[in-house]
């Protein structure tokens, strides 16, 4: 086992700062046998579920934890500048750093609580919070000084020893034995202050210190790609930049190796073995819920019945006898056998609150679409409104939707017309809570295409080569091709790859450390999520002045945290319809029912034969319109051929 354990890392979670992968942090604990790592990101969670999934198949200790923005002299809510942390060079005058483990699954919550209120009430330039909410939210949890910007650190960089004790105190009062004095060795000269400091204080106050390096990239030669990224976001085209000149001064913020953190540091008694200590309280806690979280639907009084089951069954038996002129026994074992998986499996409230939802937006006018996806299999949706398609007379597998062999949250996506989308939200959000509805993050990644543009720019390489190279990138189901494989497959490109241009060559070197990685965060299109309760009692949340308020975490990680989320799809096609419909009943007198039009009109399928179908959903690409005009199709069961064989994949 390895004498060393690093609890003071960055993922590429830490937007445009981190250039490590989850993948790339737990790789290198396993291959340095240590027996677990941390994850610290600045001011964010957004990582924390996939390095704990990533960690725990890897058999390694995951420690979740967080490198906070704190306030330490006034409050969260300051907005003014402190002349004395300014004068520091510390955090714009308003915040300075402290890492935050969690040690068990109560701190699990109190950092998730903290990194929520540090965006949606501290916010101001980074997620900030205070000593109020520290004293507030520290239990279970570890606290380490952190870097030079830390807490302790910052006050001995400035040559302040009696503030660096005062602070040194105010933390060990607060956390107790579970707070480190940390202590990094970059070969920077504002550490040497550090370095000479806090063995004094540590001495002095009886607080141990911890040995850990500032890891932003995983091997040393990222250095470059590493200082590159963090010049993307203020780089400008045919401007090349001094990249190879280190903004953070050092190219020693990687994952070194055990034996050369114990070499660098066996001056520092303790500050080896201490992260070992520190490993060794977080204790091995579950963050995926055995159930999921479910909101508590609240069945109507007039109902007659009591729980969600039965009311379930009484809405699906109402809405079926309005479905079907005659309710056959084929009709009514189906209608059964699905109640029963659905109330073994446990996801009565998951039907009750979508059917809520869906049938309340048609009641305020917002259009709904007839079913997207694999819930239009279920004779349940049918009776409940949830989808207009029929799944006994197009043969649909309900086993396609909801299977207790497989264990997942069955997923319902649903189309509103995109001008109503927004207030069908705002009815959950009165139904439920605003504090227990949320939108949902969503990250943007370096990918091959966008790499090579952003990395170009830093290099000065001129944006026309730049894009000469990326137009010839395939795009294979929604993914564009990696640059290697692109480079290997694309004879067009080998002259990239063959090139003596030392520019380019180093433009596709940086361009492949960087791929893949995390470059911006933004609202999910679609997502919604319903939580049982305040959100952020479950996941943190993230919030700016420019965004609105939504999880940290992806849907994805969502799932994996027990959590409902739902697809409310904003779709243009719907809100055509609806205006169509509208204008033909004002200008001639005359309204249509959608669904009551006939599906064996000739005229409409002339239409599709001839390829006249621009903005007709699915069908308006000229592609698919030259398919048409070959194929005319003159059944409804055509066009759901078409639209199926007309993927990527089986073309």
């Known amino acids: 086992m390895s004498e060393f354990i690093h609890l003071h890392n960055h993922s590429h979670y830490s937007l445009l700062d981190g250039a490590a992968t989850i993948d790339g942090l737990v790789e290198a604990a396993v291959e340095q046998k240590m027996p677990a790592v941390a994850l610290t990101d600045h001011g964010v969670m957004f990582g924390a579920i996939e390095f704990y999934q990533t960690a725990k198949k890897a058999g390694i200790k995951p420690i979740i934890g967080c490198e906070v923005y704190i306030v330490t002299q006034g409050t969260r809510f300051d907005k003014e500048v402190n002349p004395k942390l300014l004068a520091a060079g510390q955090g714009r005058g308003i915040y300075q750093h402290l890492v935050l483990l969690a040690k068990n699954f109560q701190g699990y919550k109190n950092l998730s609580k903290l990194c929520t209120l540090g965006h949606t009430e501290g916010f101001y330039y980074k997620p900030r919070i205070d000593m109020e909410l520290l004293r507030q939210y520290s239990e279970g949890l570890i606290a380490l000084s952190a870097c030079p910007a830390g807490v302790v650190s910052f006050h001995l960089v400035a040559g302040n020893y009696e503030p660096a004790r005062a602070m040194a105190v105010t933390f060990k009062e607060i956390f107790g034995d579970d707070f480190y004095l940390e202590i990094q060795n970059h070969s920077l000269e504002k550490e040497k202050s550090i370095l000479e400091g806090m063995p004094r204080l540590a001495k002095e106050l009886g607080i141990k210190l911890v040995a850990t390096n500032d890891i932003h990239y995983i091997k040393q030669d990222h250095a470059v790609a590493h200082n590159v990224m963090l010049m993307i976001p203020d780089a400008s085209a045919n401007s090349a930049s001094d990249y190879h000149n280190l903004r953070y001064q050092t190219d020693q913020i990687y994952f070194k190796s055990a034996k050369q953190m114990c070499d660098l540091f066996k001056g520092y008694p303790g500050a080896i073995e201490h992260t070992l200590e520190v490993a060794g309280k977080v ?5 995926t819920p055995k159930k999921p979280h479910m909101p508590e639907f609240p069945i109507p009084a007039e109902s007659g019945v009591s729980t969600k089951g039965e009311y379930l069954e009484k809405l699906a038996n109402e809405g079926i006898e309005k479905r079907y002129k005659e309710l056959t026994p084929v009709i009514r074992e189906r209608l059964e056998y699905e109640l029963s998986m659905i109330k073994r499996m446990g996801y009565e409230g998951y039907f009750l609150i979508t059917q809520d939802f869906i049938n309340s937006a048609k009641r305020m006018g917002v259009r709904v679409g007839p079913g997207r996806g694999s819930a239009a299999g279920s004779i349940v949706s049918y009776a409940l409104g949830i989808t207009d ?36 939200i705002e009815y959950v959000r009165q139904k439920y809570g605003a504090e227990s509805v949320s939108q949902i993050i969503t990250f943007g990644t370096l990918s091959s295409r966008a790499v090579l543009k952003d990395v170009g720019r830093v290099l000065g390489v001129p944006l026309s080569t730049t894009e000469s190279i990326t137009k010839l990138f ?3 189901l929604g993914k564009v091709m990696p640059i290697a494989e692109a480079l290997e497959e694309i004879p067009e490109l080998r002259w990239v790859k063959d090139s003596s241009d030392e520019k380019i060559q180093e433009l596709v ?15 999910h299109a679609a997502g919604v999520v319903i939580a049982p309760g305040p959100i952020s009692d479950y996941v ?27 697809d409310f799809l904003g779709l243009r096609t719907l809100t055509i319809i609806e205006n169509s419909l509208r204008l033909i009943k004002e200008n001639y007198g005359v309204e249509i029912d959608v669904y009551s039009i006939p599906e064996d009109d000739s005229k409409t399928f002339e239409l599709f034969g001839k390829g006249q179908t621009v903005a007709i959903f699915q069908f308006e690409s000229s592609g698919m319109q030259e398919w048409l ?20 994949g089986p073309m």
């Open 509 to 523: 070197h940086i361009a492949k450390i960087l791929e893949g990685m995390n470059r911006n965060s933004s609202t």
């Open 474 to 476: 395939p795009v294979n």
């Open 389 to 424: 398609v029929d799944p006994l007379k197009y043969d649909l597998l309900f086993e396609r939707f909801l299977n207790p062999d497989r264990v997942s949250m069955p997923d319902i996506d649903v189309d509103f017309a995109d001008n109503g989308r927004e207030q069908v």
């Open 629 to 648: 005009r070959k194929l005319k199709p003159n059944t409804i069961s055509d066009l759901v051929a078409m639209n199926a064989l007309y993927r990527p």
């Open 540 to 566: 943190p949340l993230y919030k700016t002045p420019q965004t609105e308020l939504m999880t940290q975490y992806n849907m994805l990680d969502l799932e994996v945290a027990g959590l409902l989320k739902m």
């Open 283 to 287: 204790e091995e806690f579950d963050i």
